[in-house]
Antibody, heavy 116, light 110 residues
Framework: QVQLVESGGGVVQPGGSLRLSCAASGFTFSSHITHWVRQAPDKGLEWVAVISSDVNNNRYADSVKGRFTISRDNSKNTVFLQMNSLRPEDTALYYC?????????WGQGTLVTVSS | QSVLTQPPSVSAAPGQKVTISCSGSSSNIGNNPVSWFQHLPGTAPKVLIYEDNKRPSGIPDRFSGSKSGTSATLGITGLQTGDEADYYCLTWDSGLSVGVFGGGTKLTVL
């Protein structure tokens, strides 16, 4: 049974940092590309970042480039999203998703609120 | 403003058919596979269609996908009240080297 569990969300002031984690189980984690996707309140889904299975090829949405860093630890079956210089517009539910044929499996999300 | 354009809303009666369009360009839909997701806010999105027109196991054949040029379409037949949700298209944009979602379409089953 594939399972993805996000954690690390919370309330942070503008300019602050958070590190999200996505713990995976039930599949060969090191073989799969992983994405982060977010949904701001009353907005649609927004693709955020992707990391290749071998950590050598990452991509970011323009809205987060230079502020967010995606990484993974295959020994711990975990993907991370380091978020720096947070802005109110980064407030969202953040999901991680496993890429198979598409974004086949998703976690339930972790909520990030950027507010003073 | 999303790179992919979807209608904000569609509606139809139970039992009827509805289509949801997703319009892009040659750098995204025109040269990359399209997926479709069903999403109830606060829950995990579910993939309905991948590689333009393939259904994952467990997705009923009431859901179908097609693509022509730089536009893709999701079709849903035999509408049920349980189909009320937000629907999103997703593809890769080769020019921007990013994933892109459509703006989402809210389906109402009247």
């Amino acid at each position: 049974q594939v399972q993805l569990v996000e954690s690390g969300g919370g309330v942070v002031q503008p300019g602050g940092s958070l590190r999200l984690s996505c713990a995976a189980s039930g599949f060969t984690f090191s073989s799969h590309i992983t994405h982060w996707v977010r949904q701001a309140p009353d907005k649609g889904l927004e693709w955020v970042a992707v990391i290749s299975s071998d950590v050598n090829n990452n991509r970011y949405a323009d809205s987060v480039k230079g502020r967010f860093t995606i990484s993974r630890d295959n020994s711990k079956n975990t993907v991370f999203l380091q978020m720096n210089s947070l802005r109110p517009e980064d407030t969202a539910l953040y999901y991680c998703a496993r890429q198979g044929n598409s974004l086949d499996d998703w976690g339930q999300g972790t909520l990030v609120t950027v507010s003073s | 403003q999303s790179v992919l354009t979807q209608p904000p809303s569609v509606s139809a009666a139970p039992g009827q058919k509805v289509t949801i369009s997703c319009s892009g360009s040659s750098s995204n839909i025109g040269n990359n596979p399209v997926s479709w997701f069903q999403h109830l806010p606060g829950t995990a999105p579910k993939v309905l269609i991948y590689e333009d027109n393939k259904r994952p196991s467990g997705i009923p054949d009431r859901f179908s996908g097609s693509k022509s040029g730089t536009s893709a379409t999701l079709g849903i037949t035999g509408l049920q009240t349980g189909d009320e949700a937000d629907y999103y298209c997703l593809t890769w944009d080769s020019g921007l080297s990013v994933g892109v979602f459509g703006g989402g379409t809210k389906l109402t089953v009247l």
